[in-house]
């Protein structure tokens, strides 16, 4: 076990930029402590690791507590994960809802997990379909293949497994998961390069390579990217719900894809930051028509 005491310079919501490693209720690498704390496992440079983040509100300090041969790691780069590196001095939220909501939470900061592949499986799986069939095939895949999560876990977690581990599910696993042929050689051919994934230096870099992979556009690069280094303008293009709440937050419209960018335009630099800051805000327009329902591969 290994501990660090960090104290962040300004407000700070750690349960916030955490949250978006969660794949939906019951993820295996994600735990939620009640109030208290935050538990997420990792697969580092140096191995499996698991981290619980804890706050001392009064100190204002937060707590990382590791364990697993990846245990230094993760608690080097827990300020990181954290948003320590996050730059907005360039952000000036417009007067409205922008910067209502950026007053609602001081403590909103991107962070970088600085793990490629790990951000791209479950970015992959979310391809073209519903949450909760996207979380199920990653639920059922780390039980399947990730190995148990070093130190007192809660709830028998999982850590990611390596890239040799994905190239190695068989047809059968990934249609008892759920996820169809394209999405499985999309994750397949993406972990015999991972190690060029892994070894860029930032995000336009990262881009460009994940784009080159076949099954890997505009979206699926965007969200890896958000999570792995952090870029605050790597905005969803392709997102089934995004320009829709874009539109209606700032102009009381839904939009499509193009209206989405024309908006958030004068936000060029953060754009990513401006529509998390839009899902934050709460407001959505009404419901119409049915929701886009949930297949199961499995059934097929």
């Not at 990792?42 to 590791?66: F, K």
């Not at 409205?96 to 790990?118: K, L, N, Q």
């Not at 639920?139 to 399947?144: I, V």
Request: no cysteine.
């Amino acid at each position: 076990m290994r501990q660090r005491v960090w104290r962040p310079e300004g407000p700070l919501d750690v349960g916030l930029a955490l949250a978006v490693h969660r794949r939906g209720s019951g993820d295996p690498a994600w735990r939620r402590e009640g109030g208290a704390a935050v538990w997420r496992t990792t697969r580092t440079p140096d191995g499996p690791a698991t981290l619980r983040v804890s706050v001392r509100a009064a100190e204002g300090a937060v707590v990382g507590v590791a364990w697993g041969s990846g245990a230094d790691w993760a608690l080097d780069a827990l300020p990181a994960m954290l948003g320590a590196d996050d730059d907005a001095s360039g952000f000036a939220a417009a007067a409205g809802v922008i910067r209502d909501t950026a007053r609602r939470f001081p403590g909103f900061r991107i962070g970088r997990s600085g793990r490629v592949f790990e951000a791209l499986v479950p970015a992959v799986l979310e391809q073209k379909v519903v949450g909760r069939e996207a979380f199920r095939a990653w639920r059922w895949l780390l039980r399947r293949y990730g190995e148990p999560a070093p130190g007192p876990t809660p709830e028998e977690m999982r850590v990611f497994p390596p890239p040799e581990v994905w190239r190695a599910v068989p047809s059968w696993d990934w249609h008892r998961a759920g996820a169809e042929a394209v999405r499985a050689r999309t994750i397949v051919n993406a972990a015999r390069h991972a190690g060029k994934l892994e070894a860029a230096a930032e995000s336009g870099q990262a881009d460009r390579l994940l784009r080159a992979l076949p099954g890997i556009g505009v979206w699926t690069s965007a969200e890896i990217r958000q999570r792995a280094y952090g870029d605050p303008d790597a905005v969803s293009v392709g997102d089934y719900h995004l320009p829709s709440l874009v539109g209606w937050a700032l102009t009381g419209e839904k939009t499509d894809d193009a209206g989405m960018l024309e908006l958030l335009a004068p936000y060029r630099g953060h754009r990513h930051r401006v529509a998390r800051l839009v899902e934050l805000s709460g407001l959505r327009p009404p419901p119409r028509g049915p929701r886009m329902a949930a297949r199961d591969y499995r059934s097929l």
